[in-house]
């Protein structure tokens, strides 16, 4: 197996249209950028910086990427064409690491076409990058899947950026497995992560396993030292000590934290207990009535602070769906009541959005809106390695922008590399 072209100086999921050295397939992500020059202007509006709100600002953008923030006042001459925001925000736009559908096609499809539907369905609740997940099934469909995320990332969706891929399963605990298919998970095997590594060609970002499972430990070692990817615990039975050694061992990520691990008791802490008193772990939050209490996510704020804390949505295909109804991996779920479920009632990953995500950390959890947008975009643009060109309002970094409402955070633009890609129709 040749694993040459995977070492960890291989760029992986090259996000804009500069060429590196060493960069192997087209130096593109496929955003409008890759093919026309942007140059656009933001006026009057309360700009979503890192660490504050900019009141009456103005962003200017040329040739996709953030080139000048400061008061709209402060502008000298006004660029054309220009957006007057009229108050309303302007934000980073959202990376939503971890989702299985959308528009009614789901991540294990093997088809690149479709998966452009998938990833595009998402502009309109304010998603610009996207990491799409797997599921537990047999080998050679998780190649397939592995291979079709890796063509359109490097082929570009023609709007939200394809960042690559999240391996979910099979190297999970069946005890945990929620709605992975408990025939297709296996014990962890270096040599089939090596071969997933391969079909996903350099597009593989994070690995998700449980350490409790024999060899685990070896993997946690290979994806995070010697592929430098993110290592994450998740669909597990671990004890507190067992996932505490994995975060020794290099994971840092915990996948949907309370979701598929056993529960904090304070004599038996658990994998999610570990989480909480980790000085160095983020952890994924799926923020719906249906996978999280919102004290539990305060919890999980007050334990690791906005900086480790992930917002991701977990979607199923029936977000954005025109049936309501839908596939994850081979199962038909349907959406009915805020709820996606299997015909058995049981859940079935979810059908959140991120700007729900955003919406009821704000309005359930009570955080400031630039808290919440900063869980949903820098964090997870930190935990990727790419926060030097995405995740926030930042000069130099590529114009991912959303225009929201500040009333009720609705999306009424969404910009990839400064080319609009969504328009509300309110
Ligand atoms: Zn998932």
């Known amino acids: 197996m040749d694993l040459t072209r995977l070492s960890p100086r291989t760029p992986r999921g090259p996000i804009d249209n500069r060429p590196r050295a060493g960069q ?33 600002g103005a962003v200017v953008v040329q040739q996709g990427a953030i080139a000048w923030i400061g008061p709209t006042l402060e502008l000298r ?36 076409e479709a ?9 309109a609740f304010g998603t610009t990058a996207l990491c799409l997940a797997t599921l537990s099934a ?29 391996l979910e399963g099979p ?30 060609g350099g597009w593989l970002r994070v690995v998700s396993l449980a350490p409790e499972m024999p060899d685990a430990e070896q993997l946690i070692h290979w994806v995070a030292h010697e592929m430098q990817l993110l290592a994450a615990v998740g669909h597990t039975s671990a004890t507190c000590e067992q996932t505490e050694a994995a975060l020794q061992s290099g994971c840092r990520l915990i ?31 799926i923020l719906d009535p249906n996978h999280l209490h919102p004290a539990a996510a305060r919890i999980a704020l007050r334990c690791l602070g906005p900086d480790r804390i ?35 009632g049981h859940l079935a990953g979810s059908a959140l959005t991120m700007i729900d995500a955003v919406r009821a950390f704000i309005a359930q959890v009570g955080v400031e809106p630039a808290v ?30 959303l225009v929201l409402d500040p009333d009720d955070m609705r999306v009424l633009y969404t910009y990839v590399g400064g080319a609009r890609v969504y328009k509300s129709s309110y």
């Open 77 to 112: 001459a006004r660029p054309e064409p220009a957006v007057d925001l009229g108050g309303f925000y302007l934000s980073p736009g959202f990376i939503d690491l971890h989702l299985h559908g959308g528009g009614g096609v789901d991540s294990m499809v093997g088809d690149p």
């Open 255 to 285: 996948t949907h934290l309370f979701n598929n691990m056993m529960p904090f008791h304070h004599r038996d802490p658990n994998a999610a207990g570990a989480a909480l008193a980790s000085r160095e772990a983020c952890a994924e939050l």
């Open 24 to 56: 192997h397939g087209p130096a593109t992500d496929g955003s409008p950028t890759s093919r026309v020059t942007m140059d656009i202007a933001f006026l009057h509006g309360r700009i979503i910086l890192e660490d504050r709100i900019l009141e009456d």
């Open 372 to 401: 919440a947008v900063r869980c949903a975009s820098l964090v997870p643009a930190r935990l990727l390695g790419i926060a030097d060109r995405l995740g926030s309002i930042a000069v130099g970094k590529h114009a991912d922008l």
């Open 115 to 123: 998966l452009k539907t998938l990833c595009r369905t998402h502009e």
């Open 310 to 344: 992930v917002l991701i949505t977990d979607a199923t295909s029936v977000v954005g769906a025109p049936e309501g109804t839908g596939l994850l991996g081979k199962r038909r779920v349907i959406y009915q009541d805020g709820v996606a479920q299997f015909e058995d």
């Open 171 to 200: 190297f999970i605990n069946p005890a945990r497995c929620g709605p992975h298919p408990t025939e297709h998970i296996l014990e962890p095997d270096l040599r089939t992560l090596q071969s997933f590594a391969l079909a996903a």
């Open 138 to 166: 047999p080998i050679d469909e998780i190649h397939r899947a592995l291979t079709a995320i890796q063509q359109l990332a490097v082929q570009g969706t023609g709007g939200a950026r394809l960042l690559g891929a999240y």
